[in-house]
């Protein structure tokens, strides 16, 4: 059956080894604009899981044998089928996850962007020659890939962020069993329809879903399965860990984030506010380097307060398929109580609603943009990663205070620092505890530069060159009798 003929049907298949399945107790996939079922997506349970990594165990022989350039011509084949398909794709992720459907377009357009860099970086899995000690001796150091790789994606990302994982995993020469999140597995779907049409051998790329945790444990239980790449909770990276530890089965983990913004008194106002903004509440606020906690200097920030509270009040509340909208909705009934209670907590603690702080008057899972004052460094919202469009403002005096608060946090994804002064931006980038600091960049991820978090924000880095250093293993060897 051809890829092209499984959207017709009612219940969405999984890929594996090749071919489309579409067994299991199917998962229903709601608008969470609407509430509405926009599909149905097949089902596999641990056995299907062990069964795929089988298949890809299989695979991996062939696959890792291929040149560089070779796989390279994959992901520029899937590429270009994800490029042709821009539009049905973008609508997918709007309709499954409710972001606004330009930002889906920029989703799509970041995927494409990630697997053309990985087609590239496919060549570069450089080793070295060191030189010898001992006459009679060489030593040359080569890269192989890991082999067979679990990848978990989430649901805020649900595109890009699985091709994070399965492009530079593809491009170092290892097969991928990817398991999207359960909320927005449609866009995957897509996805294994432009790999199954860019040609790629039986068993190297397979698409698996159900239970989050049968899948896991599946993962980590088969002996073939050497690494697991996953983007989520720092909760649920801790029990990954825990679940790795058995058979050393290595990981790479993006987790949790609570991102400040610092902006300085010698900021560009504007630029400050229009990035804060951006930061703030681009996929509504659910993003892991969304910015958490806005740290103003005192002698900007009753500026920077009426500024920032009417660029909110001017953000379109609505369904993302709705030209010019700027907030969609939560992803799930779930998600919005929780934002709520996380406003009533702090208004409860003492901080004033400037604007928003309740559930906007639209049908499906909307939370107004909300910007809150007076909020205390202890207090949950700005403690905990706040996964909604909740901004918090606090007021800072000096540098070396504003670094220390913005540091006092189990965090360290992301950071942002606004400033026309070069020596304090080099400053407080380096004393920042970040694994990326935009400096007057609002938006500083790149498929060329290394992603990944600081302390419990996870291990390991995505994109640049060690997005595929991840996926490969060390050799040593040392020849010797060279006389």
Known sequence: ???????????????????????????????PATGETIGRVATVDAGGVRAALDDAAAAWPGWRRLTGKERGGYLRRIARGIEDRTDEIARTLTRENGKPLAQSRGEVGMTVDHLEWFAEEARR???????????????????????????????????????????????????VVLKPASATPLSSVLLAEAIHEAGLPRGVFQLVLGN?????????????????SFTGSTSVGRQL?????????????????????????????EMAVEGTLITKFRNTGQSCIAANRIYV???????FREAFVAGVRDLEVGNGLTEGVDIGPMVDERALEAAEASIEAAVSAGATVLTGGGRAELDGYFLEPTVLE??????????????????????FDDEDEVVA?????????AAYVFTTDLARAWRVGEALEAGTVGINDAVPSTSQSPFGGMKQSGMGRELGAEGLDAFLETKHLSFGGID
């Open 374 to 395: 007076g909020v205390a460094d202890d207090h949950a919202c700005t403690v905990e990663e706040t996964f909604a469009p909740i901004a918090p403002l606090l007021v």
């Open 125 to 175: 899995g450089y080793g070295r020659v060191i030189p010898h000690q001992v006459d009679g001796k060489r030593h040359v150091i080569i890269r192989q890939p890991v082999g067979v790789v679990g990848a978990i994606a989430p649901w805020n990302f649900p595109l890009v962020l699985a091709v994070r994982k399965v492009a530079p995993a593809l491009a170092a020469g290892c097969p």
């Open 297 to 303: 200097q005192r002698g900007i920030y009753d500026a």
């Open 241 to 269: 860990m825990r679940l790795a530890a058995d058979d050393i089965t290595k990981l790479s983990l993006e987790l949790g984030g609570n991102a400040p913004v610092v902006v300085f008194d010698d900021a560009d106002l």
């Open 405 to 413: 608060r913005a540091n006092a946090t189990e965090y360290g994804l």
């Open 1 to 31: 059956m051809s890829a092209t003929s499984a959207p017709t049907q009612s219940v969405r298949p999984l890929y594996l080894n090749g071919e489309w399945y579409r067994g299991g107790d199917p998962l229903a996939v709601q608008d």
């Open 212 to 228: 989050a945790r049968a899948v896991a444990e599946a993962m980590f239980g088969h002996r073939e399965c050497r690494k697991v």
